[in-house]
Nanobody
Framework: QVQLVESGGGLVQAGGSLRLSCAASGRTFSMYAMGWFRQAPGKEREFVAAISRGGSVTYYADSVKGRFTASRDNAKNTLYLQMNSLKPEDTAVYYC??????????????????WGQGTQVTVSS
């Protein structure tokens, strides 16, 4: 399986931006479609964004569409999540995840076999 490590979280004011990174190791990164998920305090983990193996296809949760952008650099084995116009309700632990599912991408947690440890994003009002 691929090993994943997130970074880039932190404290930011509402309206600000952050870029999360997810470094992959252990297996060929380009074999995996990737996803971003988040879990806010007291809530279930939820889907945020998905990206295909080559990076040409992306899909977003309605709550982040137009504000967040997922991308990847397969040469650097790294996944990114650019987060703009952040809101207090974006506060959560953000996780990257990898899947070898046969489809172009997935939004279902159960399809992802490898997960990072998470990085905290806190947006103050």
């Amino acid at each position: 399986q691929v090993q994943l490590v997130e970074s880039g979280g932190g404290l930011v004011q509402a309206g600000g931006s952050l870029r999360l990174s997810c470094a992959a190791s252990g297996r060929t990164f380009s074999m995996y479609a990737m996803g971003w998920f988040r879990q806010a305090p007291g809530k279930e983990r939820e889907f945020v964004a998905a990206i295909s193996r080559g990076g040409s296809v992306t899909y977003y949760a309605d709550s982040v569409k137009g504000r967040f952008t997922a991308s990847r650099d397969n040469a650097k084995n790294t996944l990114y999540l650019q987060m703009n116009s952040l809101k207090p309700e974006d506060t959560a632990v953000y996780y990257c995840a990898a899947t070898q599912i046969g489809r172009t991408y997935s939004t279902r947690e159960a399809d992802f076999g490898s997960w990072g440890q998470g990085t905290q994003v806190t947006v103050s009002s």
